[in-house]
C-alpha cells in the first residue's frame, strides 16, 4: 500500500525520481483508450507527458485496501480518491478515481485505472 501511495503522490508532485523508484522494470496501462504494456523508461516518458498537462494536481483519498490472491501468486492495491487539477489554462475540475496497482516485490507492474467526472453544474 505504502509504494502504491508513493507512486501516486510522486505523479502529483511531478516527483519523477520517486515515480520511477515506485514501477517495476515494466508496467502494463490499462486507461480510458489505453491498454499496453511498456519498459520502465517509455513508461517514464508516458508519466512526464500526462503529468505535463495538468498545473497543480491534488489527491484527496477516500480509502484502499491491498489484496493478495488465494494462491498468494498476485498483490494488487486499490485506492479510491477524488483528483482535483489544474488545467494549463488555470481552469479547475475534479473526478473521482479508482486505482487497481498489481504490485511485485514492492513495485508497480501494473496500473488499471478508471475515472469519473462530474456533471457539469447548470
Known sequence: VVNAMAGLKAF???DFAALEAAIG?????TFDYMN????KDSAMKTFNKMRNTYG???VVMYDYVPVISGDK?????????????QD??????SANVIDDCKMKNGKMIALDE????????K
Not at 36 to 39: I, P, R
Not at 73 to 85: G, H, R
Open 12 to 14: 502529483a508532485d511531478k
Open 25 to 29: 522494470d515494466s508496467i502494463e496501462f
Open 36 to 39: 499496453e504494456k511498456m519498459s
Open 56 to 58: 497543480e494536481i491534488k
Open 73 to 85: 501468486s498476485e498483490e494488487w492495491v486499490t485506492m479510491w480518491y477524488k483528483q482535483i487539477w
Open 88 to 93: 494549463d489554462k488555470g481552469k479547475w475540475d
Open 114 to 121: 478508471k475515472m469519473q467526472r462530474f456533471p457539469v453544474k
